[in-house]
């Protein structure tokens, strides 16, 4: 099977799956090459401007229990909080004032009304008091009059990873009551509500294989996301998930060469260079910026809970203010010479394209 990348700028490059997998597992010299050739195709279709997106970690309360993460409902080592709403709008008011044009609200899962309604009012409310600011939800599976109200309270994008793309290997990662075709579908909502549609992998899981991640990359192609966060899996001693033949270098150099891959397959949408990358490797944002990548996500949940969203271990920036984490990233990505596109909002340039294509 050969897919084609839609890139317009040059001749069109098709990889089949066998020369995807050949890619994901790239090392030395021919992996440089891999980054090198999916930064020169980030820079001619999304330019060389990093875009950021002020990450608020609301809440940590979270109805679901998947096996892999930190705040599972049953993880009861977890101390649970909601940010009242006059702290998460200062904390949009840190980001108006960095001037990171975007920022994204994540929380753990719940579908109760006040949540719900909350997340509605907050939106709102961000809306009224700083227009200039694009809003990305990652709050879960919801149903479609969620979405539609969050969309209309001024939510423009939405985060839904679907965590692995084969339903098999869903179901191990996953209690029983989870659906990866309900997941799938809310996807399909998503889109047809008119969101800037995200989703991605965990890299390097447990069961899964390099031909799974090829067939993650060739999903998100199936399904045109318009952007993708991947980070590589870290294990958490206190979820279920007690993986033996964990390798850290190679999660890493897998998450990085799938950033690359992706790329090359969908030129124009945003890619994510993670948190989780840097928890692997000091300078591991970074590198995912030169694979391919072309967003970043300081964090500016206050300090003080940040040591309570523990999705797993050794997550950075625990101990930094937000403050901290503007110069840490500013210094960043100056020093790969790439463009801090602050007061950008970095809209994924594939949305526009699919919608346009979409109503002619
Ligand atoms: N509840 C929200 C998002 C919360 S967690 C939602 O469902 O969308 C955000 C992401 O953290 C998850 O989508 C998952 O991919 C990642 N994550 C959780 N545990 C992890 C682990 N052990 N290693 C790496 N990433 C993890």
Redesign the pocket.
């Known amino acids: 099977m050969n897919i084609s990348t839609g890139l317009k700028m040059e001749k069109e490059i098709c990889i089949s799956k066998d020369e995807i997998m050949e890619n994901l597992i790239a090392e030395g010299r021919k992996q440089k090459e891999l980054h090198r050739r999916a930064s020169v195709i980030r820079d001619k279709n999304v330019s060389r401007n990093i875009y950021f997106r002020g990450l608020i970690e609301f809440s940590n309360i979270?109805k679901n229990d998947?096996y892999?993460?930190?705040i599972r409902k049953s993880n009861n080592k977890t101390i649970r909080y909601c940010m009242p709403r006059e702290e998460i709008l200062k904390a949009v008011e840190f980001c108006n004032e960095a001037d990171y044009g975007s920022i994204v609200l994540?929380?753990?899962?719940r579908r109760d009304k006040n949540f719900i309604n909350s997340v509605v009012d907050t939106v709102r409310e961000i809306k009224n008091r700083y227009p200039k600011i694009r809003i990305t939800l990652?709050?879960?599976e919801q149903n479609k009059k969620t979405y539609q109200r969050f969309f209309d309270a001024g939510a423009h994008r939405y985060?839904?990873?679907i965590?692995t793309s084969n339903k098999e290997h869903y179901k191990r990662l996953h209690p029983k009551e989870m659906s990866f075709e309900n997941r799938k579908k809310c996807l399909k909502i998503l889109k047809e509500i008119g969101f800037q549609v995200g989703t991605?992998v965990?890299v390097g899981a447990p069961f899964q294989t390099v031909e799974n991640l090829a067939d993650d990359l060739l999903f998100f192609k199936k399904i045109d996301v318009d952007m993708v966060g991947m980070?590589?899996?870290?294990?958490?001693d206190q979820v279920p998930l007690n993986y033996q033949g964990y390798n850290q270098e190679r999660n890493l150099n897998l998450s990085l060469n799938m950033i690359a891959v992706l790329r090359l397959l969908m030129p124009d949408i945003n890619i994510a260079s993670t948190t989780?990358l840097q928890a692997l490797n000091p300078i591991g944002r970074e590198l995912g910026l030169k694979a391919g990548a072309n967003i970043i996500m300081p964090i500016v949940t206050p300090t003080r809970y940040r040591k309570n969203y523990l999705?797993?271990q050794g997550k950075p920036c625990i101990n930094e203010s937000s403050k901290d984490c503007l110069n840490c990233i500013t210094n960043r990505i100056k020093s790969i010479d790439l463009n801090t596109a602050f007061g950008k909002w970095g809209d994924s340039l594939h949305f526009f394209k699919r919608v346009k294509n979409d109503s002619n």
């Open positions: 979270c998947c892999y993460c930190g994540q929380s753990g899962e990652c709050v879960g985060l839904l990873r965590e991605g965990m980070g590589p899996f870290i294990p958490s989780a999705l797993y």
